[in-house]
Structures are given as C-alpha cells and as structure tokens.
C-alpha cells in the first residue's frame, strides 16, 4: 500500500514538473513541438542594425511572425528568413522593413502589404525592402549639414 | 619553524588528497549507474525525497522572489519610464539565475543534509560494512539512487520554482502596481529565449550532480560517532552551497 502511495505521489510531481517546463519553453520560449507553424520566406537587406534571429514579424502592429536566421549572402548583403503564419498571405510586392520599437528599443520587422494578385509561397524572396535606419549616421549627416530634404535653411 | 612547515605540508597534501579522493567518488559511482543490479524502486523513494517533499518549499519560495523581484525591479525602471520591461526583467532573471540557484539552495538545506545525515548514520552504525560483507555494493544502494533522483528532481523543481515565481510576479505587477497584464506577458514572450530556458536547465542539472554528489560524499566518508556526522552534515551544506555559487558563475560565464 504504502509503495504504491510513493509511485503516485511520484507520478505526480514529474509531471507537475513536466508541466511547468513545458508551459515555459512553449510559451515564453517558443519551441516549436509541432513541426513548422508557417511558411518561410527571404529578404534581402543592406544593413540589419542588430536585428536578431526571433525578433517578431509585424503587419500594422499584430505579430505574423518571427525570424528564423541571419546570414550573409554572395554578394554581401544580409539574407533574413522570415517565418509566417500559414494563415497570413503576403503579396509578391509587399514591403519589408527593418524598425526601432521606441528609440532605443528592440528592432522589429513590419511588412507593408501589397497590390499584387501573385501571392508568395514558400522559399520566395521579398523583392522590395527597406533597411534600418542608421540613427548616428542620421545624426552626423545632421550635424554636418547634409541632410537634404524639404525646407532648406 | 620546521614544526610549521610540517604542518602546512601536511595540511596541505591531506586537502588535496580529500580533492582527489572526491572525484575519485564521483567517478566510481557515476560509473556504477550502468552497472547492475538497477535499484529502480529505490531510485523511485529518493525522487520522492528530494523531489515530493520538497514542493512546498520550493512553491513558497519560488513565489516569494517572484514577487520580491518584481516589486524591486518596479521601482527601479519606473525612474527610466520602462516599467514595461518588468515582464522580461522577471522572467529573465528567474529562469537564468534564480530558479536554478535558489531551488538548488532550498534543496540542499532541506534534502542534502538529511541525505548525509542517513548515509552518515548507516556507515557508523556500519550497515555500509554490513552491505559490503553481504556481498551487496553500496554504491548501487546508496549512491546511485540519489545521483539519479536528483538529476531527475532538480531540473523538474526549477522549473515549477520558474512558473510559480512568474505568477507570483505578475500578482505583485497587476494586482498591487496596476499594470495591464498584457503588458507583463507579451514582452515576456520577445524577450524569453529558448536558449535561456537551456541554460536554466543545465545549470539545474549540475547543481542536482553536485549537490547529490557532495551530500554522498560527505555522509560516506563521516567520521566517528555523533559528532562525526553532525560535522559531516555542515560540511556537506556549506561545501555544496558554495559549490553551486561558484559553478553558477562559471556556467554564466562560459556560455555565449
């Protein structure tokens, strides 16, 4: 009787544990359990500004995505993999770029959707793509009068 | 003079003789997990010591920090106006560090010195001897049950000590300092890496390794009588404690 008490007793706290871990790592770090959740696909960018694999994916503010991997292509640019909800459907001249939450926030990928009729599938490559803004290079073109633009002196 | 030199030298190699007969321990009785007889059943007893019994423990303390954490981190990122970083901050800071460590603490105190006390008692009441002149090893008895158990309990507890200290957080930051509760979470989830949970559970893992280890040891080599293994518990407390603190360190520097 009193062995089996022990086994349940047991049971049950490797899989309150289980439980907890679980909870953690699919939630806060979501580990994929179930294989691919979206589709993925590739932006070409000059400069990624600290962007880092997991940041998410927005359009118009709600997350679609994260990002899978950074790595640099042939000719020097930087090759971002996004991964998107399968539910999400982006046009084929959807607009990728890189941004700032706040100023000195973490950067983060926002997608301006498109016009097209053709839609993207998987292992697609998003032609038009923006770039993070290099804030000190803004700022030094600042400084030494070299920002050009409307207004004038 | 010579007399002090004697001394030091003595001191000295018998220190770094215990050192060596330590590993030499730890060797010998993780090499004794693949050797049978398997002691599933006691193994079974040993993960409902350190782990069953520990629960309360570990719940209670887990929320406390959550929740102590959470009110000290407000207060400090409410003077740089992110309180919204409070989210990340707790989690962060639980599931790198202070799950692991202080689970590891709360269970040396509670299951490793009534672990050295036993095996203490049972090598100078000479059950050991008994065990040995059986024909019996005790290491397949002892030792290995509650290397296993605490390898399986530890990383288990870290992370229920993880959950609970979040929740706790959260009452604190919701409840008591008015936050919206998406706030607290969502950044959780863009901050929170997969890595970060790897490196909790590793951590949790050696300390389970070192805290069984050091707690064996020092109940099996105990010296004579009463005061013997009242010596070998405290030895065994302090000497894992400070053992973890220091593997922590080492572990959170090393990683990338």
Redesign the interface.
């Known amino acids: 009787m009193r062995k089996i008490d022990i086994e349940l007793l047991v049971g049950v706290f490797v899989v309150l544990g289980i439980l907890a871990l679980g909870y953690i790592s699919v939630n806060l770090g979501e580990l994929e359990v179930l294989g691919k959740r979206g589709y993925t696909v590739y932006a070409e960018f000059d400069r990624t500004g600290g962007l880092k694999p997991g940041a998410t994916v927005e359009i118009a503010g709600v997350k679609v995505g994260r990002v899978k991997e950074i790595h640099l292509s042939e000719d020097y640019t930087a090759v971002v993999a996004l991964e998107i909800d399968r539910n999400v459907k982006l046009q084929e001249d959807a607009i990728v770029s890189i941004k700032t939450k706040g100023l000195i926030g973490e950067k983060y990928i926002e997608i301006t959707p498109g016009g097209s009729e053709r839609l993207l599938a998987d292992g697609d490559r998003l032609r038009e793509t923006e770039s993070a803004v290099d804030l000190e290079e803004l700022i030094s073109k600042f400084v030494f009068g070299k920002v050009e633009g409307e207004g004038g002196k | 003079m010579v007399n002090i030199l004697r001394m030091t030298g003595r001191y000295t190699l018998s220190e770094i003789r215990n050192l060596g007969r330590m590993f030499l321990f730890l060797l010998t009785s993780l090499g004794h997990i693949f050797i049978p007889p398997f002691k599933f059943?006691l193994m079974?007893?040993q993960?409902?010591f350190f782990?069953?019994k520990s629960?309360l423990v570990i719940l209670l303390t887990g929320s406390f920090t959550g929740m102590v954490l959470s009110l000290q981190i407000y207060f400090t990122l409410r003077k740089f106006g992110s309180e919204a970083l409070l989210g990340p901050a707790v989690?962060l800071s639980l599931?790198r560090e202070l799950g692991p460590v202080l689970s590891a603490l709360m269970v040396t105190g509670r299951a490793g010195s009534a672990l050295t006390a036993e095996i203490g008692i049972m090598r100078i009441t000479e059950q050991i001897d008994a065990l040995i002149s059986m024909a019996l090893s005790p290491k397949n008895y002892l030792i290995v049950p509650n290397l296993l158990a605490a390898l399986?309990?530890f990383?288990?507890?870290c992370?229920?000590f993880?959950?609970i200290g979040i929740y706790g957080g959260y009452v604190v930051a919701v409840k008591l300092l008015g936050m919206s509760s998406g706030t607290y979470f969502s950044q959780?989830?863009?901050f929170?890496?997969?890595e970060?949970?790897w490196m909790g559970?590793v951590k949790s893992l050696s300390f389970g390794l070192i805290v069984s280890w050091v707690s064996c040891y020092k109940g099996y080599t105990t010296g004579y009588g009463a005061k013997g293994v009242s010596r070998a518990t405290t030895e065994a407390v302090v000497l894992s404690s400070i053992l973890i603190l220091i593997w922590d360190y080492f572990i959170g520097s090393v990683w990338t």
Do not use: C, H, K, T
């Open positions: 059943r079974l007893r993960i409902w782990g069953n629960m989690a599931i399986i309990s990383p288990l507890l992370s229920i993880d959950l959780m989830q863009d929170v890496e997969m970060d949970i559970i």
